[in-house]
DNA sequence: CGGATGTTTGATGCGCGTCAAGGTAAGTGG
DNA sequence: CCACTTACCTTGACGCGCATCAAACATCCG
C-alpha cells in the first residue's frame, strides 16, 4: 500500500510556492489510505462523502453513467489530483468517481480541510485553485469533444496527460506508462473503441507516438503539439525551468 | 443601464441560506456596471483580470477559438451567474467571455471577494461553491457531447437553461425568453447549424417545445425531461417548495 | 426599398458507429 | 505443462448521423 502523498506536494507546488510549514501539515494530515482494483468504484453518484479522495499512484476517472449502459469519462486523474475535493462544497455526488487502473488513495475528512482555511488560508486557497484547474481541464475538453476531430482530440489527450504526469514525475524522457484500455479510452474521447484503435495507428504510422506494453512514448512532441493544438497555458503551471 | 444585484442574491438563496447581513454586503459592494453588445467580448483569453464579472442581464457565453476560426462555447451563462469568478483563483484567463446577447454585468474587485473570505466566510464558501457548480454544469456537457445524440443533447440543453432561469425569476409558466441564434446554440452543442435547425425541427414535431421571436415554450416537460435524461441534481438546487 | 442577419430546405459525402470475426497475450485450472 | 478462458487489440464491411455546400426565405432595420 501506497503512503506517500509526495504527488500532492509536486502538484500543488508547480502552481504556487509551498513553504515548508504548509508541505509539514500536508505530510501529517489525518489520512486515511486504501487501494482498489482496477473498475472499482471509490465514490458513488449519489453519496454525501464527509471525506475527499487524494490519488497517489493509478489512473481515476469521473464517469457519468447513461440509462442504457453507456458511460461517459469526465475525468481523468493523475496522482497527485484530489478526485472529488469539490465534495466538501457540493453535498450530493453528481456522478461516480472509478478507478480506471489500480489505484492507492488516500482520505482526509472534510471538516479537516475546512479547518485549513483558517489555520492555512493560502494553502486551503491553493487547493481551490486545484479546483479551477479541473474546470478549465473539462473546458478544454468540451472544446475537444465539441469541434476537434477524433485524432486530434486523441493526440491533445496525450499531450496534456504527458505534462500532468511530468508535473509529479511520472515520466521519463519521452514517455510514461499509460495503464488505460482502449477501451476507457473511447469513453473519455466519446468515441468508440473500434475508432480509438483507428485513430491511434494514425498517430503511430504519422510517427508521432509509439504505445507498447501500457507505455506511450512521443516521438516528435513538436509535431503532436502543433496537430493536437495543444496550449498548456490551461493547466496554470508556474513557469521556472524547462 | 441595470444595477440591480438581485439575480445574484436569488441564484445563491437557492444553493443555501443566506442571512439579511450577507444580502446586504452584496447589495452595497464596490460593483462597476457596464453593459455589452451581442458578440462584444468582456473578458480576453491570456488577459490577467483584477475583477470578476457578474451577469445581469442577458446571455453570456465562455468561449474557445480553434486557429481555422472556429469556435466552441464551454459554458453558456444566464443572470446571476458570475462569469469568472475562478479569475481570481487562475491568473491567466484560458479562454474568452463574450456578450452572446445585449447584456448587463457588474464587476467587483478579486480585492473585494478575497475580503469577504475573512470577513464573511459563510458567503465567500458559497461563491466557490457556484464555482463548482459550473464544474458540474461542464461535466454534464461533457456527458452529452459524449454520448448524447444531438437531438437529446439539444433537449437537455434546454431543460438546463429553463431551471437555471427559473431559480433568477426569468420564466414565465413554461417558458422564457432565449436571445441566442441558432448559431451560437451550435457552437454550445458542438454541431452544425443546419444540423441545429433540424433537430430543433424534430423538437417541435414531436410537440415538446416550441419556439418562437426569441421565446422557447416547454408543452411537455415532462417527455421532455425523459427523453434528455435530464436529472438536476448537477444543479445544487435546495429542495423545497417544488 | 435594399442590405444584413438569421432561418429553413435540399443534395451530397465523409467521419465515425455498429456488427462481426479473428488475433494475441495473460491468467486459470486440471 | 497444456487446454481453456478471459480480456484486450485489430481488421473488414456496411450504414447512419452529422458536416458541408448551396440557395431560397423570412425578418428586421435604416
Known sequence: MITDIRPLIL???????????????????????????????????????????????????????????????????????????????????DHNVVALSPVSVAFVSHDFLQGLSETHPHLSRLLMTTIAIDGAIQRNWIAGLGRRSADAQLAHLICEVFVRLRIVGLTKDMSFKFLITQLILADVLGLSVVHVNRMLQALRASDLIEWVKQTVTIKDWDRLARFAEFDPTYLSIQQRER
Not at 449502459?69 to 472529488?84: E, N
Open 11 to 93: 502538484a500543488l507546488a508547480a502552481r504556487d510556492v509551498l513553504s515548508d510549514d504548509e508541505r509539514s501539515i500536508l505530510i501529517s494530515a489525518p489520512w486515511r489510505f486504501r487501494g482498489y482494483d482496477a473498475e472499482e468504484e471509490i465514490i458513488q453518484e449519489g453519496s454525501e462523502p464527509k471525506e475527499s479522495c487524494l490519488l497517489l499512484a493509478g489512473f481515476a476517472g469521473r464517469t457519468i453513467m447513461f440509462k442504457d449502459g453507456r458511460r461517459q469519462i469526465t475525468a481523468l486523474h493523475v496522482p497527485g489530483d484530489f478526485v472529488d475535493l469539490h465534495s466538501q462544497l457540493l453535498k450530493v455526488m
